[in-house]
């Protein structure tokens, strides 16, 4: 796990989302929510949300993966994709 992953995950935690469990799970970041979170809610407002918690995180950007899943459906979201994440896209 690197700096920039444990500082998200330790950012996220502290946020006391009720329900919520965030791991590491290698280079990315699982975030685990109640069966009732409405995924296209989170899904909608992620980047900007992202973007307004990335303000208190002073390390430098990395490329991260975070994988969420309410226990029916998931999705991935990548933080500073690289190259190759843009060319796949």
Known sequence: MNAYQQKWIDVLNGANLKGWEITANGDDINVEMPHVTDLKLIRDNLPATL??????IGLPAERLRFN???GY?????ILNPDENDLNNA
């Open 51 to 56: 973007a307004a918690i990335a303000l208190d």
């Open 68 to 70: 969420f899943h309410n």
């Open 73 to 77: 459906e998931n999705f991935e979201y």
